[in-house]
């Protein structure tokens, strides 16, 4: 039971998120002034998925899974899929972006919009938005960066590094999350173009190369890949490789 209660920590994530939801709440107050309301009930439905989205996110980098994902492969995986998958289909069903905008203070979220829309400055930025908003690159990040993240030299660069490990691995699973799960949830004012047999066959894609990997640190493999989970911690008598095979189980 100690491995449940105890380890919790804090990260200043939570502040953010706490930011977050006040945000949210006042671009909801602001919509609804100028809203029916079926409209209004329709996203307060959705803000309570964004809200355990986020809070999927603080058991994520908060609880003890964070803690033990530093002695624990499988405990590692279980915290890859709660922000590649859990977290961010949460989010995009809650569609805060919005809200969100309407949070910002005076009219600065409808200056900001149109500004992002139709400026010269932000072309860049509107070319890459879109270029990684495409279904097909979206599908293709989401691989890649599971697949990245887990070569051997790269995952434990993460684990000896922590602005490494938070800012680049774990920020870059959410995203790849977001940008992935776009395709396949409704998440106004995104529009989905991806048709139905493109989704099928991107979601048969992307299990398969998860399916790959999990048989690459298993089936194929005879020895634990990663270097940070080979030294011995007092307490933990798992060996390596068992628990390497447990992580590529739960990532089948």
């Known amino acids: 039971m100690n491995y449940l209660v105890d380890h919790w920590s804090f990260d200043p994530f ?9 945000w949210h709440e006042i671009g909801l107050a602001r919509l609804a002034r100028r809203s029916r309301p079926e409209r209004t009930r329709q996203r307060r439905l959705r803000s309570l998925l964004f809200y355990a989205g ?13 803690y ?31 809200p969100l905008l309407d949070g910002l203070p005076g009219r600065l979220g409808r ?9 010269g400055w ?10 990684l908003l495409r279904p097909w690159v979206s599908v293709f990040t989401f691989s890649f960066v599971m697949v990245f993240w887990h070569i051997p030299v790269m ?19 959410f995203l790849a999350g977001v940008l992935f799960w776009l395709q396949f949830i409704p998440s106004p004012p995104f529009i989905r173009r991806m048709p ?4 099928a066959a991107a979601l048969v894609v992307t299990n ?45």
């Open 196 to 199: 139905l047999v493109s989704q």
């Open 111 to 119: 200056t900001a919009t149109a500004t992002a829309l139709r400026s």
């Open 14 to 22: 939570l502040i953010l998120v706490l930011i977050l939801v006040a």
């Open 155 to 173: 995952y434990d660069l993460a684990e000896n590094n922590q602005l490494v490990h938070i800012w680049l691995m774990h920020s870059s699973f």
């Open 54 to 66: 986020l809070g999927v996110l603080l058991v994520a980098v908060e609880s003890p899974i964070d």
């Open 68 to 98: 033990w994902s530093d002695y624990y492969f499988f405990v590692h995986m279980i915290q890859h899929l709660l922000l590649m998958f859990a977290a961010p289909t949460l989010v995009v069903a809650g569609a805060p972006w919005q």
């Open 208 to 252: 398969v190369v998860m399916w790959m990997l999990a048989m690459a640190m298993s089936i194929f493999s005879t020895r634990a890949w990663y270097s940070v989970y080979t030294h011995h911690i007092p307490g933990i008598t798992l060996p390596p490789y068992a628990d390497q095979e447990i992580g590529a189980a739960i990532l089948w």
């Open 122 to 131: 932000t072309r860049p930025l509107r070319a890459v938005t879109g270029f």
